[in-house]
């Protein structure tokens, strides 16, 4: 992914736009994990869509600055040309990124490719890596990596907050669920009247009306409730 898409998803949340598209969860004061869809799923989709996981980091007036690409075996960053330099990207490394990252595995390892960024680029990246604990493992030191037990814990600020939605938007998200039920229900007639079995999709099918039905609306009144202990 190239760094003028993510400056394009940075802008979006700025202006409040492609909402569908960008959902996130605040992790820390002012670093958010997000799930990005590149574009909106089509039924001519010849291969099964999956979102993006992002880090998007926030300055202190709100205003989003930077941004990570958790890649999983990679990690890339980007921040905002005007405000490189001022510390954003290692402060939410070692704050909360790498926190989080390391609640699911043991390692983290990053590239930084002095060919495809420039000296410049290469050696500010460089300085924030190894700012967060990365050792390079190679001698072109363009491989990085950090264990979790080589990470320093007490710069860890990590805390998941729970925003909830409106009511307005449960409204729409029970109206997709109840819209993909549809289409799954055409799919499971259409294979017991041609093979006599739809193989479980039934099943599947009345899972997810449960959610259409109480399950998503339940899920903000427990949310309402626990704000208000």
């Known amino acids: 992914m190239t ?23 605040q992790i ?11 574009r909106k799923p089509m039924m001519n989709d010849d291969h099964h869509m999956l979102p993006y996981e992002f880090f998007f980091i926030q300055n202190q007036e709100g205003k989003y600055v930077a941004a990570i690409l958790n890649m999983g075996s990679d990690l ?6 005007k405000h490189r330099g001022k510390g954003y990207l290692s402060t939410a490394l070692q704050e909360a990124v790498l926190p989080f990252i390391f609640q699911m595995k043991d390692e983290q390892r990053i590239t ?18 190894e700012a967060a604990g990365f050792k390079a493992i190679n001698h ?6 950090l ?21 307005q938007r449960i409204k729409d998200l029970r109206k ?6 549809a289409l799954l229900l055409q ?22 009306d449960t959610y259409h039905m109480s399950k998503i609306e339940d899920l903000m009144w427990e949310h309402l409730r626990n704000s208000q202990l």
Not at 10 to 16: A, C, F, K, R, Y
Request: aromatic share 10%; net charge negative.
């Open 3 to 25: 760094d003028r898409v993510i400056a394009k998803y940075i802008s979006w949340l700025n202006n409040g736009k492609n909402c569908d598209r960008i959902s996130t969860r």
């Open 28 to 38: 820390a004061s002012n670093v958010y994990l997000a799930k990005v869809w590149e």
């Open 76 to 81: 890339h960053w980007y921040v905002a040309s």
């Open 112 to 129: 930084i490719n002095q060919n495809a960024s420039g000296e410049k680029n290469y050696r500010s990246s460089r300085k924030v890596a």
């Open 140 to 145: 072109q030191a363009t491989e990085f990596i």
């Open 147 to 167: 264990h979790k037990d080589d990470f320093d814990w007490r710069s860890d600020k990590l805390h998941e907050h729970n925003s909830g939605v409106s009511e």
């Open 176 to 181: 997709r669920v109840r819209y993909a039920s």
């Open 187 to 208: 799919v499971s007639n259409e294979l017991e009247m041609k093979f006599g079995d739809d193989d479980g999709m039934k099943d599947v099918i009345e899972e997810l």
